[in-house]
């Protein structure tokens, strides 16, 4: 598989996890998704971030988003490193975590960077519409633990984008002011889909009140 690009759509597949069997478009139905990947089972970055997703549970619920950890080990390795996660991070991991321990999904998403490691896949991130496509990948070494709380912030982001025409600028953080997206010229327009009003920075940079606040 070659590196997946923004906009391409997410390879379709089936693997085992600490769930059942995952059929992964089935699995996102009309849903985003958020497939991430950790080097191995029993890790201990890993065990902090799966702690930390499964507390946004709230968080991705109400983004409509649904969640997908990927680890090179069998299912019956996940279930026990569930209860460690749960036991050592005070939570309950409610979204499946791939088995795949044939690499079958870490090699179709690239997950693995033979210079880096030639087993262990790197921590991929690949947020997915639900159109089923890439809309953001993020790849950071095994000895970094993510940042979850960005994650959600730009699906805040893409969902402006795709409900109310507007980017977002540096450092946004939800509440703040947005970006009317340059492709936006009729002022009739402008008007009724910023009806909080507008400011005119310069002609390539007007900005307006977050629209769903
Ligand atoms: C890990 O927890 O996955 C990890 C920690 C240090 C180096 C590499 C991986």
């Not at 005070?90 to 870490?106: M, Y």
């Not at 960005?150 to 109310?164: A, K, P």
């Not at 010229?185 to 402008?190: C, F, G, K, L, Y």
Request: charged letters at 25%; one cysteine or more.
């Amino acid at each position: 598989m070659s590196t997946l690009r923004l906009g391409d759509t997410a390879p379709d597949f089936e693997q085992d996890s600490s769930k059942g069997r995952i059929k992964f478009h089935e699995y996102l139905g009309d849903s985003w998704g958020v497939l991430f990947s950790h080097p191995a089972d029993f890790t201990p970055v890993c065990t902090t971030e799966l702690g930390y997703t499964s507390k946004l549970a709230q968080e991705f619920a109400k983004r409509n988003v649904k969640v997908l950890a990927l680890s090179v080990d069998e299912a019956a390795s996940h279930q026990k490193w569930i209860g460690d996660i749960n036991e050592t991070q005070n939570t309950t991991v409610d979204f499946p975590i791939l088995a795949d321990a044939d690499r079958k999904v870490s090699t179709l998403y690239d997950m693995i960077h033979p210079n880096a490691s030639a087993t262990a896949t790197v921590r991929s991130v690949f947020v997915i519409d639900p159109a089923k496509k890439v809309r953001l990948t993020i790849t950071y070494p095994a000895s970094t633990g993510r940042n979850f709380d960005e994650i959600l912030r730009v699906i805040d982001s893409l969902q402006l984008t795709d409900q109310y025409s507007v980017a977002t600028p540096v450092n946004w953080k939800d509440g703040e002011d947005v970006i009317i997206l340059p492709s936006i010229q009729d002022p009739e327009v402008i008007k009724s889909k910023f009806p909080k009003g507008h400011t005119v920075v310069k002609p390539y940079l007007r900005t307006t009140p977050q629209p769903n606040k």
